[in-house]
């Protein structure tokens, strides 16, 4: 009979025997790690009922919230939230834009566009991004005083209080006004769609008096037309909300009105999508790049101008391997927004910092903190993931 | 190559092991800072205390171009090792902002903390860190330029008011502004430069800190701006704002000698006691009072022993080296305008508050 140790032995002379035995102890230490931090964590303060006291702080952009220094710590932090939300949608769209135009300006045969392009990306991409945060906000504050605002036909005003637009302002309807546009809106796309698929498939366009006219011209009008004539039949739903502004009884001026881009939101602005657009530019064209130049020249051959080939030919293409590396530049650009602390922009963590130093629960609030970023973060990665499968999809 | 993975495997394991060994041992060390005397002795054998101040506000803790730190935090932070260590000298100063500083203490990465903080009840409290004594009592004030034509910050609806973030300031100006039903932008920053940057450019209206702070920007400020002449202080008072050094938490030893430092260097002042008659008063002591302060023997009597597990004569070094508090404040603070008579900061016999309880 063999003794144990024999048989011992001889279980592992076997690789995979001996693998088992590996990763159970490694798996053995892992769990002892997780378990002492498990531990250690247990016995910290993570509550966060704090958060449902008064916040009893001012903040100066308050956008789509109606905040007020009464409100709970909980309503602040969204405020927060809202306002990292707001910075980080426009800045993606506009990064996206800026590194796109200069990724194809970058490989253009032009020497000065080229070289513009590359002067942008060099200097730029090679600057700490906090510097520029801070080279905006000052450069914003170069604008004139309130006291000697810029006026133009007393619809805009500049200073350095901020950047003052017409807006719209709401006379009561106008909710239901842009939900109806919306599905309108819905409605005049599909019907391009279909125009343009008919074409495509049969032939058949639309024409009326025996003019040919093109889909996209048709779903356009449409909403043209119903958005003019509904905005009289809901009764004027919206006007024209004109920026002013004054000195009060005291000579305090006062802003009121019309769409504010303060210069704290525009420094920030600037500086994430002049960033990351320098990533964006480099990952556009090395994109195109990648694509084998016969596409351009089969492009050429048959006939299409350099725009649509670029358009329709090296761009669609290109997409597939510019998506996976833009998602990255998306997810950087949103972290990166939260150095917007440093200019007086609100963003979440600079309000959860507020928080943290008034009720000096620093831990829960970093928590939450993390986790606000990792959602946003995924929100970002679950859009792009999709919109990633659709590009990569064989024949679409 | 399998060789190579086996290899790979059995380092990881033992990188594991270490790094669950240092775990371990980073606790043992956070156990015994925690408890009792352990800061005291840390700075002792460390022969170095470590002070977290402000590097940036001129008259209480600013730093000059070659790296040497002045000022009236500072003073206090040379006291500390001039009675602990024997030597003013030995301070090893750690810049904080205003929303680190908690975190430096609290973490151990400096021993005590004086940069112009105010002792409020949830600091002492939820922070886990103990206020010694007051060094100088403060309040919130409004900094405004003169051609504003603002006489009271009831002139200030609508205003756009800078900040700084992580402070009562902010607190104490929305009670203000809100108690009062007057509407006002915060522009709250985390740091005194940028800020600076967008009140010289006339971004905010006003720009609200303790009135020290405030003296010591509108005397330094940049004259391509207007210079101090341009800028005048509201007469209102927001807040009362004691600010002090601090320790932390159940670490009494310290918490102790930092706190009869400050009261002794303000019963130095009392009893006219200053750095350049101490040592003469010292080897003659007037009175069994000052012989006690000074850890001196009266007429070849006892030396009386507080126990602060320090030299008994800690305070002659403090006083020869530093100064006591009156001399403090006149080298830092009156040359930023801060008159003390009449203020909160005169000695209680001149209807201030700055006493000391008796060394006995």
Redesign the interface.
Known sequence: MKSFVDSVVQWSRF?RNRNIV?QA??LF??T??GV?FFVRASGLELSLSHFSSRA?????HTFLVDY???DSRWVAYFTGVVNTIRVCLVAIFLTTLLGTVMGVARLSKNFLTSKIAWTYVEVLRNTPLLIQI?FW??VF??LP???EAITFGDTTAIS??GILLPWISDNGNAQIWFIFLGIVAAGSLYLSYFLNKREDVSGKSFSIFGNRLNGNLVGISLFVIVTIVTYFAFGRPVSMDIPEIAQ?N?????QSGGFDLS??FAAILFALVIYTGTFITEIVRGSIQSLSKGQTEAAQAIGLSKYQAMTLVILPQALRSIIPPLTNQFLNLTKNSSLA????Y?DLF?VS??I???????LPVFFLILLTYLFLSLCISLVMNLINRRVTRIGA | M?KIK?TL?IS??FA??A??FA?ASEDSSEASSSGGSSTLQQVLDRGMLKCGVNDNLAGFGVVAADGSFSGFDIDFCKAVAAAILGDSSKVEYTPTT??NR??ALGSGEIDLLIRNTTWTA??DR??KQDFTAPTFYDGQGMMVYVD???NSID??????ICVL???TT??N???R??GTGMS????????ND??Q??FE???C?GWTTDKSGLASKRASFPASAGGPEALKVLPETLSKEPLGPLTRDNDSEFYDVVQWVVFGMMQAEESGINSSNVSSIASNPPNPGVARLLGASFEGGEVQDFSFGIPKDFMQKVISQVGNYGEVYDRHLVPLGLERAGSLNAMWTEGGLIYAPPFR
């Open positions: 690789q590996i102890v490694f230490f892992v002892l790690l002492y009893g702080f001012g903040l100066s007020t220094s009464n801070i906000q000052i504050l170069q005083q309130i006291s350095n209080r009060n005291k000579g305090t001026w006062m210069p704290e602390v440093v200019i007086a609100p600079m910092r507020t943290m130093n008034n009720s000096g629960h620093a | 399998k086996y495997l990881a394991l594991m092991t790094f669950s775990c205003a929303s908690f975190e949830s600091r939820e922070l504003s034509g603002y002139d200030m609806e609508g205003a756009t973030q992580g402070t902010e607190l100006l929305d009670d502004f809100t006002y932008t915060p522009l709250t920053f985390e740091t940028p800020l940057a967008a450019e006339k971004r209206d």
